[in-house]
């Protein structure tokens, strides 16, 4: 599976989109890319995926380079549920390798 | 989306001893998986289920250690065996299943709310 890079953490507004990146630079073509988010003390839960075309649902979308080598997760308007850690995955496997995500913080 | 519960939510158990941990969706599902999140950590991937064979196993996990059942579509456990300290984890129950729709996996991944194991 192809090894990708999140930044530690950020923060943002409450309202405001927030962009979450991805760095995927070793994808293959049969790899898709994955976005989960782990709030506190729960499951994680699922959120968005794409191989090459940029997703849309009621979550979030998901915006890949035309290289595929990195990806943007947005959520339109943050709200203060919304804080938790977001992990990027990319595989073509069944498998999830859940990496340290990005620790997101939504702010009043 | 699967709705999936798990049995305990919590235990805080003796060292030496097993427990055994169930995974209940509330439709059929084709893939089952096990997972352990460790203090302070991420997931890992202990093993798939199979339904009808043994389990498939991640590397450093074995079967003796973590013996899995899977009888039908919608249940399945994992068994925490001959437990020590570092065995101390949240341990999560995942599902995945087909989009039939299209034939072709949904590759959308379903958690259960976790069993928090503490043992002393």
């Known amino acids: 599976d192809a090894k990708t890079t999140q930044p530690p953490s950020m923060d943002c507004a409450e309202g405001r989109a927030a962009n979450l990146p991805c760095n995927h630079s070793?994808?293959?073509?049969?790899?898709?890319v994955y976005w989960y988010r782990q709030i506190h003390s729960q499951g994680p839960q699922y959120i968005i995926h794409?191989?090459?075309n940029n997703e849309t649902n009621e979550m979030a979308s998901l915006i890949i380079t035309e290289d595929r080598k990195s990806s943007t997760l947005i959520l339109p308007h943050a709200t203060l549920r919304d804080t938790a850690v977001y992990y990027c995955?990319?595989?073509?496997?069944?498998?999830?390798?859940f990496g340290a995500g990005t620790t997101v913080t939504v702010r009043a | 989306s699967a709705v999936i519960s798990q049995k305990p939510s919590r235990d805080i158990c003796q060292r030496g001893t097993s427990l055994t941990i169930q995974c209940q969706v509330d439709?059929?599902?084709?893939?089952m998986f096990w997972y352990r999140q460790q203090p302070g950590q991420s997931l890992t991937l202990i093993a798939t289920?199979?339904?009808?064979?043994?389990?498939?196993?991640e590397s450093g996990f074995v079967i003796d250690k973590f013996p899995i059942s899977r009888p039908n579509l919608t249940f399945s456990t994992l068994t925490v065996s001959n437990m020590s300290p570092e065995d101390s984890s949240i341990y999560l129950c995942?599902?995945?299943?087909?989009?039939?729709?299209?034939?072709?996996?949904?590759?959308?991944?379903?958690f259960g709310p976790g069993t928090r194991l503490t043992v002393t």
């Open positions: 794409g191989l090459k």
């Open positions: 289920a199979n339904q009808g064979s043994e389990a498939t196993y």
């Open positions: 995942s599902v995945e299943d087909m989009d039939w729709a299209r034939g072709t996996r949904s590759r959308e991944q379903y």
């Open positions: 995955i990319v595989t073509s496997d069944y498998k999830l390798s």
């Open positions: 439709s059929q599902v084709t893939m």
């Open positions: 070793t994808i293959s073509g049969n790899e898709y």
